[in-house]
């Protein structure tokens, strides 16, 4: 089945400075990639996703870049702010029963 | 977006005694929804998938018995967890995606077993 690998565990960046998460995934297959933030305390919300037929998507300073041939998707911050600050996920899905793998996650923690 | 209810947010409960969760997604319907135990710090753990009027799919690991899932409805899945004991204590949380669209989460639920 698939795995889904993801680093660094933590991140610290100076505040307006960029971040980048990057994710590892095995299954060829897999055609759905998306991000998830997720605050101390809450649930779990979308930042941004991209789909296999696309190798980069951008929300204003927020990107993901995807390499399907390499199997690695990553997560760019640009001008990280401390509302930034959080948990985030990646995860891969394939058509199949639409199952969302996800990633250890990464604490990024934006230092004043 | 969408939105996805759980409730309860937190639930206190004596050992030995049963304890359901709701999911509800309210605008729109959820072929698949998904349970997950968050322990601190750590990631999702995904205990079971379930599609709307089907049995449950388990993760490796997670008994069946124990952890009673019930998908009745494209809105609607419970999750009950049965004779709860103190290590059954965790942060529960579900979500809901219609097809491949983007998956909602619920606000999560925090079970303590006393």
């Known amino acids: 089945g698939e795995n889904v690998e993801q680093h660094p565990s933590t991140l610290s960046v100076q505040e307006g400075d960029s971040a980048v998460i990057k994710c590892t995934y095995s299954?060829?297959?897999?055609?759905?990639f998306p991000w998830y933030k997720q605050e101390l305390g809450k649930r779990p919300q979308l930042i941004i996703d991209?789909?296999?037929n696309v190798g980069e998507k951008k929300d204003q300073r927020i990107a993901v870049t995807l390499n399907k041939t390499a199997k690695h998707f990553s997560l760019h911050i640009t001008e990280t702010q401390p509302e930034d600050s959080a948990v985030y996920f990646c995860a891969a899905s394939s058509g199949g029963n639409y199952q969302l793998i996800w990633g250890a996650g990464t604490k990024l923690i934006i230092k004043p | 977006g969408a939105v996805v209810s759980q409730h309860p947010s937190w639930v206190i409960c004596k050992s030995g005694t049963s304890v359901k969760i709701e999911c509800r997604s309210l605008?729109?319907?959820?072929?698949?929804m998904f349970w997950y135990r968050q322990f601190p710090k750590q990631s999702l753990m995904l205990m079971a998938t379930?599609?709307?009027?089907?049995?449950?799919?388990?993760e490796q690991g997670v008994e069946k018995d124990k952890f009673l899932i019930n998908h009745a409805s494209l809105t609607l899945s419970t999750l009950t967890v049965t004779s709860a004991h103190p290590e059954d204590s965790s942060f529960y949380i579900c979500?809901?995606?219609?097809?491949?669209?983007?998956?909602?989460f619920g606000q999560g639920t925090r079970l303590t077993v006393v």
């Open positions: 379930s599609n709307e009027g089907s049995k449950a799919t388990y």
């Open positions: 605008d729109f319907q959820a072929t698949t």
């Open positions: 979500s809901a995606r219609q097809g491949m669209a983007e998956a909602f």
């Open positions: 299954d060829s297959a897999s055609n759905y």
């Open positions: 991209i789909r296999s």
